[in-house]
């Protein structure tokens, strides 16, 4: 769990907690990415996280029940929190909270301050879990010295706020387990993803993202996505291509560098300085007079 400082304004409550959310829906294994605001206007210095379970989540689904948990949420190093500063900590509950179930699901979180003598409540937030539809899917053995592990690599689709957007998802062969999900990027309507396996078993997956537009993608057999690339339709049109060694690489199109790439582009020389001019005449040595 990261934790960062910052100044907060006057407040009427000794302490606030408040739970931030960057989006409100999310594909099933999805990280759930959560951001806990805690505003201190008690006047003193607060002593935080030396307690165990000093923060406690709890997730309810749609008809009030309290989802289980799967693992224990891990919570930040004790730390300092000054009067009149805000802590920021993050983290992601995804892997903690049995959230397989699609539905509407309400999360909270409670900050005990033994040093205040109280336990303060964020109010709750609303989120969705959703199921998305297979466009792909394939296994595949994990390289390794001994027996190698089967995996799968899946492509779904899900429409999040109007929006199409694509994912890559890892498992098991038989999709009990769930490595990770990795969000893609938009995808038109009407676009149809290739996606390719080379020599390493790393997914390549190349789609339409927009008019003229596609994104190259490509995932580790972990799950990290290591390749993040842009190409537009020119005379022809991008497409996947199986080398003869096993490599996998785009074709057609032309390539248009983003600062969003992975990984992320060189940066352009320094440009040098201009040297500095102005309309004066130059200035001159002063000249003796002769005798």
């Not at 307690?51 to 224990?72: N, Y």
């Amino acid at each position: 769990m990261g934790l960062w400082l910052a100044a907060v304004g006057i407040c009427p409550a000794q302490v606030t907690v408040d739970i931030v959310l960057e989006q409100e829906q999310f594909l099933r294994s999805e990280s759930l990415p959560l951001k806990i605001r805690i505003s201190n206007s008690s006047g003193q210095t607060l002593r935080l996280g030396r307690e165990p379970d000093w923060l406690v989540f709890e997730i309810t689904d749609g008809a009030g029940h309290a989802v289980r948990h799967v693992g224990k949420v891990p919570l930040a190093e004790p730390f300092i929190l000054p009067s009149a500063k805000v802590a920021n900590l993050q983290t992601d509950l995804m892997p903690y909270f049995d959230l397989k179930e699609v539905g509407q699901y309400s999360i909270a979180v409670a900050a005990k301050i033994p040093q205040l003598d109280q336990t303060f409540s964020s109010p709750p937030k609303v989120f969705n879990v959703i199921s998305g539809t297979k466009l792909w899917e394939r296994e595949f053995g994990v390289p390794s010295r001994g027996v190698p592990e089967v995996r799968k690599y899946a492509l779904q689709q899900a429409t999040f706020l109007k929006q199409l957007r694509l994912y890559a998802r890892l498992t098991d062969a038989s999709e009990d387990k769930v490595f990770r999900v990795v969000p893609l990027g938009p995808l038109m309507s009407f676009s149809k993803p290739e996606a390719q396996l080379d020599k390493s078993c790393n997914l390549h997956v190349l789609f339409q993202a927009g008019a003229r537009s596609f994104h190259y993608q490509v995932v580790a057999p972990d799950g990290e996505l290591f390749i993040r690339q842009t190409y537009e339709y020119t005379e022809t049109r991008p497409a996947l291509h199986l080398g003869e060694e096993g490599g996998v690489f785009v074709e057609g199109g032309r390539r248009r560098v983003m600062l969003s790439d992975l990984p992320p582009p060189p940066e352009p020389p320094p440009v040098p300085a201009e040297p500095f001019s102005t309309n004066e005449p130059p200035k001159t040595a002063p000249t003796k007079a002769k005798k």
